[in-house]
């Protein structure tokens, strides 16, 4: 089991940045990967990023360029630093584990990008 705790969402401007946070319950190099999914009102949930215990990341293509993953093994804490905010980016967005195939998320949290 893996509880997940995201933090860091909120409103922002276009062109705007944000710095999501994941803290899981557990010691991230007990996890095979986390991640960051969204999910958009009328939307189905999407992939944003991955990243192994390893540190190997992957993005979906049309975020990469703006997002970047990364963790802090010490604060066993997964980030998603946000750039260039647009207002297509808003959504809730999601904390996931993949434990040894079993899939745990947390509660979300919302980011909204308006002017």
């Known amino acids: 089991q893996v509880q997940l705790v995201e933090s860091g969402g909120g409103l922002v401007q276009p062109g705007g940045s944000l710095r999501l946070s994941c803290a899981a319950s557990?010691?991230?190099?007990?996890?095979?990967?986390m991640g960051w999914y969204r999910q958009a009102p009328g939307k189905q949930r999407e992939m944003v990023a991955t990243?192994?215990?390893?540190?190997?990341?992957n993005y979906t293509d049309s975020m990469k360029d703006r997002f970047t993953i990364s963790s802090n093994s010490a604060k066993d804490t997964v980030y998603l630093q946000m750039n260039s905010l647009k207002p297509e980016d808003t959504a809730v967005y999601y904390c996931?584990?993949?434990?040894?195939?079993?899939?745990?998320w947390g509660q979300g949290t919302q980011v909204t990008v308006s002017s």
């Open positions: 996931n584990a993949n434990l040894y195939g079993h899939l745990f």
């Open positions: 990243i192994t215990r390893a540190g190997r990341t």
């Open positions: 557990r010691i991230l190099g007990s996890i095979n990967s």
